[in-house]
């Protein structure tokens, strides 16, 4: 499905004839709700994402009342959810009208003086170093997961090798992405949708904090140098990426982005949304999400500059992961949403090798990805799902597509590890007779396994092709606040207890389940949490490029 007709499916407002939507009794800031609930996905001057477009250009002769039934009941199968439960219908109306009559914002400009501003130490690193060398918490602070716990506006820290959880920690609004430093595991980071990066001490009882700083006002990607020594934020507002003192959140440098030339040839704004460290060179990258291109920053020469300029990979640039196997970390595999291609970046040649299709509407959203060995081939793969289409795209050793494997419904994360013969791969974003599911395929025969399923009552392991049940448990329902039995939205599998577990989210259902991984069987629940969503093992992300 194309931009056009997915405008009205993801949000798009307008007018009826000539006439305004007539405003009741809302009292509700609109432009304050937009920047918190709608702006991630359709940009903070409109200009879409993943979402769609919604400046007046394109939304103006739309139908308004259609459109409004759309904001309050969402759109199965888009990222689009229902706002019913938060809007009231003249809350819907005051949107459609402050979508179309959209004036525009004025972009600020990311500077190092703001950045700094925001910068606090909280404790005294040096002084909990040599206090606490061992974890107190847990055998080794390897052994710890993150959790994002997304509407409690929280991270958790939990014991991968038990699941019990260690700690909790107010770290700003919808936090997005968790890191580590591979050098020094013992501190990890986070970054919030609002912009703020926390910076935590593992080692220490209950997991304290170090620094925080507020690089903007909303904000999605973080890495860390293999070097353990900078950390890189990127922001959507205002506009550009951040390098920061990996030991103190000190702000070192800012590579602000408010004017760029896009794909399209106008000059404008770009949000930042990737950021990609390597093991390949002293290399961090960023990419314009608006603009098409991928920046390389050179962290080892003085004044840390951009060394690399790929443009023209394509519209809408958000997440992407490195290669494994021979020279491990040299390509990166940025997606471009709006051009349904996944872009390879080489860092040694430092440019474009060539452009992987995923096929038409999909927008592959890859999250962690995946790249593993298949021995009947004896190449290395590479995997994505799709956000439109249950599909998950895999290519071979000369990023040529090699396999479209049907699944459920339109995904957000695929992930694999060496411990587990299969790629997990969820469903998040399709109907609720899907959203449930995780789908395991095999990573030497290409085909799909077995299919993880969360009902409201029972959970169950099946054979795809025999449809025969393999496992099955007992499931504790969950209920809404009208009482009704929850479908519980699965994502983002990631591996634990030393490759044994795969831990899978429950985001409505507050939990977090965990499953054998060299088989799918159900083990156990870890609860007590709020829309949990990202869900990052130390130890795992140790050995992958760019995690």
């Keep these: 499905m194309r931009l056009n007709k997915l405008v009205m499916s993801v949000a798009a407002m307008a007018v009826v004839g000539s006439g305004m939507l007539v405003q009741a009794a809302s009292t509700m800031d609109v432009e304050k709700v937009f920047e918190k609930e709608c702006q991630g996905c359709h940009g903070p001057n409109l200009e879409g994402g993943v979402g769609s477009d919604l400046r007046p250009a394109v939304t103006a002769k739309k139908n308004a009342y259609a459109l409004t039934e759309v904001i309050l009941n969402g759109r199965a199968g888009t990222a689009m959810p229902s706002f019913k439960d938060k809007f009231s219908k003249d809350d819907a109306d005051k949107m459609v009208d402050y979508i179309q009559h959209f004036k525009g914002r004025v972009i600020k400009q990311l500077t190092l003086e703001t950045v700094k501003a925001g910068w606090k130490p909280l404790n005294d690193r040096a002084a909990f170093f040599t206090k606490y060398p061992n974890p107190a918490d847990v055998k080794k602070n390897t052994d710890i997961c993150f959790v994002t716990e997304r509407d409690a506006e929280r991270v958790a820290f939990v014991d991968g090798t038990n699941g019990k959880i260690l700690s909790k920690h107010p770290a700003g609004f919808a936090v997005h992405v968790t890191v580590t430093n591979k050098r020094q595991p013992r501190y990890a980071y986070s970054i919030s949708r609002s912009g703020l990066v926390t910076m935590f001490d593992l080692n220490t009882p209950g997991q304290q904090k170090i620094a925080e700083v507020q690089v903007g006002s909303e904000s999605r990607g973080l890495a860390v140098s293999p070097d353990g020594k900078f950390l890189m934020a990127g922001n959507y507002v205002p506009g550009g990426a951040i390098l920061l003192d990996a030991m103190t959140l000190e702000p070192l440098k800012v590579y602000p982005t408010s004017s760029v030339i896009k794909p399209n040839g106008d000059i404008d704004s770009s949000r930042v949304a990737g950021i990609f460290d390597t093991p390949y060179g002293p290399y961090i990258a960023f990419a314009l999400k608006d603009g098409g291109h991928v920046y390389i920053v050179d962290y080892s020469k003085p004044n840390y500059p951009i060394v690399g300029d790929i443009p023209n990979i394509g519209d809408i640039l958000h997440d992407g992961f490195l290669n494994e196997g021979k020279e491990i970390g040299r390509y990166l595999f940025i997606a471009s949403q709006g051009s349904d291609v996944v872009g390879v970046v080489d860092f040694k040649t430092k440019s474009l090798v060539t452009k992987i299709y995923t ?29 439109n289409l249950g599909q998950v795209t895999i290519w071979d050793d000369n990023f040529d597509v090699i396999r479209q494997i049907p699944i459920g419904g339109g995904g957000l994360f695929i992930g694999t590890s060496e411990h587990t013969p299969f790629l997990w791969a969820d469903n998040v974003l ?34 795809p092709v025999t449809h025969k049940v393999l496992y099955k448990w007992d499931v504790p329902t969950v209920k809404d606040d009208k009482g009704n039995a929850i479908v519980p939205r699965i994502l983002h599998a990631e591996p634990a207890n030393h490759g044994y577990w795969t831990m899978i989210s429950e985001w409505n259902a507050g939990r977090i389940g965990v499953y054998e991984s060299k088989t799918g069987k159900f083990v156990k629940y870890i609860t007590g949490l709020t829309t949990p969503t990202f869900t990052y093992s130390i130890e795992h992300r140790q050995t992958i490029p760019g995690a």
Excluded: C, F
Aim: charged share 15%; net charge negative; aromatic share 4%.
């Design 359 to 387: 096929g038409p509407a999909s927008k592959p959203h890859p999250g962690q990805g995946s790249s593993w060995y298949n021995e009947g081939l004896g190449q290395q793969l590479g995997a994505t799902v799709n956000m």
């Design 430 to 463: 399709g109907s609720s007779e899907v959203w449930n599911q995780v789908h395991l395929i095999n990573k030497q025969t290409l085909e799909v396994d077995r299919i993880i399923t969360v009902g409201t009552t029972e959970g169950t392991v099946i054979d």
